[in-house]
């Protein structure tokens, strides 16, 4: 299932060169590779992945209404990518376990993660971050690329103990230029491990295009490690789903590691920080905005007959109710005072950090009285 090399010359070739099922009118495509493994997929769950996809933008736009307000500090939007997350999450099993970037919102929200989760650590609140062993994903990773290290040095551990598991790691294609990305796929080919690398080729790593990352497809570097790979349309919520089946049998199967190259589009900004119009061509955005993930699996099920009025109300319903639990997670957050921090340092009290505390209380000082 490895691709063709072929240099990528714009981003109507890249996406040529990618598997699909469905085609951006929602129209199913005949796919001998990828159809088997999404056979069993009826109406009611594509509805459902659907209702997935639509609450994650919600919560999205959400997360990112809330750091204009001044509620969180950074948001890193996944508008575009909805398909990739969804798909490819919703086939883990929920023994898998996932080491994440931090765009990965629609991978906590499939793993059942609560609205307080999605926005804890960008507020910067104690603990910062969902539970671990609940979702069975690895804390957020914002060094670029970390997460793929530690997915692999999981997956060694679940060969030594034989466990029924699979190691998941996402990551971005301005990531996969990263020395920890190439280092962790040699470790896993070479003591072949169950861990699936997945690529979210969004086309730009802040405000450097992917054809300067990379001038064949991503998906082709992971042969040349002894991983298969296979390249879907990132926008193919199906294919991103029958990809990551292929993936995990084959992780599961103790066949080794699997690589997926999702060719995607981050609709929004890197983060809240960033300003895209400063480095983007806006017809290359209204040309992905017309690829629509969303768009794309409502149109393959109003084809189908199997998508109307109610279906529509029942998700709008439920992508409101996901964007008032997120607010009100936000706003009813209790932030702890600021020298609580040297709480629970250590045990036993300690004169060196009993002087930074002394040092920092003094600095808060020196700011009362400003507005």
């Known amino acids: 299932m490895s691709p063709q090399l072929t240099p990528i010359a714009d981003t109507a070739q890249d996406l040529e060169l990618s598997e699909r099922i469905l085609a951006p009118d929602g129209t199913r495509i005949a796919n001998p590779r990828l159809d088997p493994f999404v056979a069993d997929v009826a109406p009611e769950q594509l509805r459902g992945l659907l209702r997935d996809m639509t609450v994650l933008r919600r919560i999205d736009a959400e997360g990112i209404a809330l750091q204009r307000q001044g509620q969180l500090g950074l948001w890193a939007p996944c508008n575009g990518q909805e398909a990739t997350q ?41 603990g910062s971050s969902y539970d671990p062993r609940e979702l069975r994903i690895a804390p957020v990773q914002i060094i670029i690329g970390a997460q793929t290290l530690h997915a692999v040095g999981y997956a060694m551990g679940i060969k030594h103990e034989g466990a029924d598991e699979v190691a998941v790691t996402y990551f971005g294609d301005g990531a996969s230029s990263q020395g920890d990305v190439n280092e962790a796929m040699v470790f896993a080919a070479s003591y072949e491990v169950p861990v699936v690398f997945v690529c979210q080729n969004n086309h730009w790593a802040i405000s450097e295009p992917v054809a300067v990352q990379s001038q064949f497809p991503i998906a082709g570097r992971a042969p040349g490690f002894g991983i298969p790979s296979v390249r879907v349309d990132g926008n193919d919520v199906l294919a991103c789903m029958a990809a990551m089946r292929w993936a995990l049998e084959h992780a599961r199967a103790g066949k080794g590691p699997a690589f997926i190259e999702a060719v995607t589009y981050r609709m929004g900004p890197h983060t809240t920080a960033d300003d895209p119009i400063r480095y983007r061509d806006p017809e290359e955005v209204e040309s992905w905005r017309r690829r629509d993930p969303i768009a794309r699996l409502e149109a393959h099920l109003r084809g189908l007959g199997a998508f109307g009025d109610e279906h529509a109300a029942e998700i709008g319903a439920a992508a409101d109710a996901a964007a008032r639990d997120l607010r009100a997670a936000c706003l009813g957050m209790v932030t702890r005072p600021p020298l609580a921090v040297f709480d629970g340092v250590y045990a036993e009290p300690h004169t060196g950090l009993q002087r930074q505390r002394d040092e920092y209380a003094a600095y808060l000082a020196a700011f009362e009285g400003e507005a």
């Not at 883990?92 to 999605?118: H, K």
């Open 86 to 126: 969804i798909g490819t999450a919703r086939a883990l099993a929920a023994q898998d376990y996932v080491f994440p970037s931090y765009r990965e919102t629609g991978v906590i929200f499939a793993r059942g993660g609560y609205a307080s989760d999605f926005v804890r650590a960008w507020r910067g609140e104690e």
